[in-house]
């Protein structure tokens, strides 16, 4: 078990850090991949008041600098809701971290390896902090959205729900809808400890919100007597919120989600295969052809 931690948890967990929490780079496509499914969810194609009322609340929230008590309130709530500190990366990365403590107590050995996860942790807690803010700003923003567009839709319909029925319906698309390390599979998970498998929490929570997005805005569309999806005669008082669900899906997993891709790779003079490179542990680096 030491060999193992030492020979392949040690390097792997110092390439995981490089790789997410050290890097520059990483941190900005931590914070654009959680501002797609923003997109996704539609919760962009709000009214530009609600945008700028959900932005606020978002950056006051976080759990970054100095906070007021109320946003410290908000942001307890939000994490017994569910909603925060669940980034898939930050999950895989943090437990396997604790992974590698698991030899018996008294061995030369693991106490070096616990002396240098210490200071590993203390030199890396304002990084580890700043990403794991990047992915709570945005799943508070959809919070925020999606509790004030329920609401305005039941009013609409005069159908009651108290604010705490509110929230928790929010939450619940949150949790469902946008990566959530809690929702990836223990099989998923355990693949951290292979040599082979590198942030597989990632993947996997994308698949599981999209399967996730799709399956609330079916829910919204979906006339609850006829039980037909068609948005223009269905009852369902939540149909508009589907809408923008569906547009929103459709701009993040297709046309939007290419076009940006196409165009950081004609910039930076990089191609398709040396992105999926980058993502394999300890990637080598490879030179763009010249022509």
Do not use: C, W
């Not at 606020?56 to 109320?70: E, F, H, M, N, W």
């Not at 509110?166 to 951290?192: C, F, G, H, Q």
């Not at 919204?220 to 899906?249: C, V």
């Amino acid at each position: 078990v030491d060999l193992y931690k030492y020979t392949v948890l040690t390097p792997k967990a110092g390439a995981q850090i490089a790789k997410t929490v050290l890097s520059p780079t990483t941190h900005v496509r931590n914070f654009l991949s959680a501002s797609a499914f923003s997109l996704a969810n539609g919760t962009l194609f709000t009214n530009p008041k609600l945008f700028a009322q959900a932005f606020k609340s978002a950056t006051d929230t976080i759990q970054l600098g100095v906070r007021s008590p109320q946003a410290m309130k908000d942001y307890q709530e939000a994490l017994e809701l569910g909603v925060v500190n669940t980034n898939t990366r930050m999950g895989d990365m943090q437990n396997l971290l604790k992974d590698m403590q698991l030899s018996g107590p008294g061995k030369f050995g693991d106490g070096i390896m616990k002396r240098m996860l210490r200071k590993m942790a203390n030199l890396t807690e304002p990084a580890q902090a700043l990403y794991t803010a990047e992915d709570d700003f945005y799943k508070l923003f959809n919070f925020k959205v999606e509790g004030a567009r329920l609401a305005n839709a039941y009013a609409k319909a005069g159908i009651k729900k108290t604010g705490r029925e509110i929230k928790e319906e929010a939450a619940d698309i949150v949790r469902n809808t946008i990566p959530n390390y809690a929702y990836v599979s223990d099989l998923v998970r355990t693949m951290r400890v292979t040599p082979m498998a590198n942030f597989a929490s990632f993947p996997a929570g994308i698949m599981v919100s999209g399967t996730g997005i799709f399956t609330r805005m079916m829910k919204e569309l979906r006339d609850p007597i006829t039980g037909s999806i068609n948005p223009f005669t269905s009852t369902n008082p939540l149909k508009g919120i589907g809408m923008k669900r569906l547009l929103g899906s459709a701009s993040a997993f297709g046309s939007v989600g290419v076009a940006v891709g196409s165009g950081y790779e004609a910039i930076y003079g990089t191609t398709n295969n040396q992105m999926k490179a980058l993502d394999r542990f300890v990637a080598p680096y490879e030179k763009p052809d010249k022509k």
